[in-house]
């Protein structure tokens, strides 16, 4: 008897089994890469079509997402040549009973100039030129008075403000700024092509200079930007860009939304660092934080026009009790207009390549993530209980939005900071995906600060590490990292602060000898950084400073610290001062990243593991396959070298060192391997491969082969 199915010819049998999600339209095609997928159709076909109902409204009222996210055209202050030359003002205050806008170019006269309101709760005013000249001069002071609904007086900075400056007065607020150089800045650079494999270097303009102060556009392009090249870094992630009061936030309680942070300098100085970047070759992605904002009411949203629910929910549902916020209401239409413009402002303004959406867990979940551990798989991401559709709706929105701005080979980076896995994060709209690029590997560096805090070297589970770095959704592209931003922070250690501590004070100098302490230490930091990049995601990201190792944490000044900068600087005169040790582990990072941009192993299928020796500490995979790809060989051994150690490898032929790190004159390493080894591929099955080679593996190494050509 055949295994065909009875009674039937083969095609009807194929027929038969058809996949019914495979050319799906309506958001269930996701279905056909992940059956686990199915109990949830109803909740997939429910949230797609609740995008498309929404999609159709905006094309509709506006005429396309792209029109209806260029809103800053249309909103605050904007030069018009129609009814007459003059400054167009508009802002959406729907339970304002009267709005005027004043400021230095009327001598701060309160009520001189008032606006009107239509039906859909939206102000405006004209201010035509006189003799020629705008009433409003570029870099004048502006604020708006705003009586609420209770006839209370609001001092406030229009919410569409594209340049903000602490006050005059020594106060503690902002005050909105009037933008309208005469010369426009000229791009000279075209935007790179986004590359297959991304690797990024998260960086923050004021704290990256050497000294205890703020830094600015101009110093990061001339200080830093080369460093970034250097190391062979394709793209910036930047930090704390919109504008924000408090700089102690590191950026994430924005107060301004338009407007870029004015601590670093001008709107121009910053466009020079990405045109500079462009240059360069260097992608320049934005952390764009659309999750919540400062509570701040005199430069921020808060109680805009004197309701609590004017741009976020009402109540306690608007209010982030971890992060002392505002949550917005992601169904009101002029909020979609104002998040959405805002993302396209940067692109179109600024010519960003990409973000990187901040609180994307906290957006997705009604509960915020809170006290919640997603233990409980797919039910936690299609449970109507949990799940906020509105905000789910918004993401499904902007990303459909942002891709649609720039074909390929230039087309617009978004990256999903989500820390629980939600099924469909980075599947594309058309298949009932969310629509991001990538997602944030967020629990690789939670398991490398675990293990380093609670496991001695000689209990390191391999199978763990190796579950933790390659656990990612099957077509949903991942961007991997040992540690960020978050790791750096007071109160926590980076890698090597953890692996090092006080020994990085005093036994960094080659010309003293090693201790043990920093030998295993500079030893793990490569490591771990070069598992991550290879066996952890499709990207790779790095926090500035932490690729040579940076002593310390990273502590604003504050109340708590006398107002001291001395830890909100970045050292970067450590590696490259030629006697100290930190210079090894920034040129390991920099042979990486060099090895990965002549394999493209980020850019390949997940890696295939061979070995995970519990006992011998032992990790081998395989990855990439340009020129045969790489056979990465780890030894996280605390004491022992092995000798002709027998593994097993996926092809025939004669393999060569690309990568060490136990060299000595480059990466600090002991030199036990000769550079110019050979090692031949032996008829000797091993590892559930045909063949296997031998290999004198050093504790605390890895080795990178490679095939050799003929």
């Not at 604020?143 to 609420?148: E, H, M, Q, S």
């Not at 099957?474 to 922070?489: G, I, K």
Request: glycine fraction near 8%.
């Amino acid at each position: 008897m055949t295994d065909e199915v009875a009674g039937s010819s083969p095609a009807a049998a194929a027929a038969v089994f058809e996949d019914p999600y495979k050319n799906a339209t309506d958001g269930t095609r996701v279905i056909s890469d992940d059956r686990y997928l199915e109990p949830w159709a109803h909740q997939l076909r429910e949230r797609y079509a609740r995008y498309v109902r929404k999609k159709a409204e905006i094309v509709a009222a506006e005429g396309s997402l792209v029109e209806f996210s260029r809103g800053f055209k249309r909103f605050g202050l904007n030069r018009v040549e129609s009814p007459a030359p003059g400054i167009m003002y508009r802002e959406w205050a729907p339970s304002a009973k009267a709005l005027f806008l004043y400021g230095e170019f009327n001598n701060w006269n309160r009520t001189q100039y008032p606006a009107s309101k239509d039906q859909f709760g939206v102000w405006s005013l004209f201010l035509p030129d006189v003799d020629g000249v705008p009433v409003v001069h570029h870099r004048s002071r502006i604020r708006i008075i705003i009586i609420g609904p209770n006839g209370e007086e609001l001092d406030r900075i229009p919410a569409w403000v594209k340049v903000a400056w602490q006050n005059d007065a020594g106060q503690p607020f902002y005050d909105g700024v009037y933008w309208e150089p005469k010369e426009k800045y000229q791009w000279k650079h075209t935007t790179p092509e986004v590359p297959s494999d991304l690797r990024i270097y998260e960086a923050h303009v004021g704290m990256s200079s050497t000294e205890p102060k703020i830094s600015t556009y101009i110093e990061f392009t001339r200080d830093v930007l080369p460093w970034i090249k250097e190391l062979g870094y394709n793209a910036i992630q930047l930090m704390a860009i919109q504008e924000h009061a408090y700089y102690a936030s590191f950026g994430y309680q924005v107060t301004n939304f338009f407007a870029i942070s004015s601590r670093f300098g001008t709107p121009e100085e910053l466009k020079a660092l990405i045109d500079t970047a462009h240059s360069m070759g260097i992608l320049v992605i934005l952390d764009l934080v659309h999750s919540h904002t400062s509570k701040n009411t005199k430069d921020g949203l808060n109680m805009f026009d004197g309701t609590d629910h004017c741009y976020f929910h009402e109540g306690g549902k608007g209010y982030h009790w971890l992060w002392d916020s505002r949550l917005f209401n992601y169904s009101h239409w002029e909020v979609l207009r104002f998040l959405m413009s805002n993302a396209c402002w940067f692109i179109e303004e600024y010519n960003f390549d990409g973000f990187r959406f901040d609180g994307v867990t906290s957006m997705l979940y009604q509960h915020h993530g809170m006290a919640h551990a997603f233990v409980n798989g797919y039910d936690e991401y299609f449970n109507s209980n949990l799940v906020d559709p509105d905000a789910v709706m918004y993401l499904t929105l902007v990303n459909d939005m942002l891709h649609s701005l720039r074909p390929r080979p230039h087309s617009v980076i978004t990256i999903a900071e989500d820390v629980s896995g939600m099924a469909t994060l980075c599947r594309p709209s058309p298949e009932g995906g969310i629509g991001f690029d990538y997602r944030l590997a967020m629990g690789i560096p939670d398991m490398w600060i675990e293990t380093l805090k609670t496991v001695k070297d000689e209990d390191w589970n391999m199978g763990h590490i190796v579950h933790s770095l390659t656990n990612r959704r099957y077509l949903e592209p991942t961007v991997a990292y040992a540690e960020s931003h978050d790791q750096s922070l007071v109160g926590d250690k980076t890698i090597a602060f953890w692996l090092m501590d006080k020994e990085m004070y005093d036994n960094m100098s080659v010309q003293v000898p090693q201790s043990a302490i920093t030998a295993r230490g500079i030893a793990l930091h490569k490591m771990i950084r070069l598992i991550t990049c290879a066996l952890g995601g499709e990207a790779y990201l790095n926090f500035m400073g932490n690729e040579f190792g940076h002593p310390e944490w990273i502590d604003f000044p504050r109340e708590g610290n006398n107002g001291s900068y001395h830890y909100a600087r970045r050292r970067f005169d450590l590696p490259k001062e030629g006697h100290l040790r930190y210079k090894f582990m920034s040129n390991f990072d920099r042979g990486m990243h060099a090895l990965e941009q002549r394999y493209k192993w980020l850019s390949s299928p997940p890696a295939y593991v061979y070995l995970k020796h519990e006992g011998d500490k032992l990790i081998t995979f395989h990855r990439g396959a340009i020129d045969g790809g790489l056979f990465f060989i780890f030894n996280f051994h605390h004491e022992k070298s092995f000798d002709s150690y027998r593994f097993g490898v996926p092809a025939n032929g004669k393999y060569r060192i690309v990568l060490n790190s136990d060299e000595p004159e480059a990466y600090g390493g002991f030199g036990r391997v000769a550079p110019d080894t050979v090692y031949f591929a032996q008829p000797t099955a091993w590892d559930g491969c045909p063949q296997s080679i031998q290999v004198y593996i050093p504790s605390r190494t890895v080795l990178v082969l490679a095939l050799a050509g003929e």
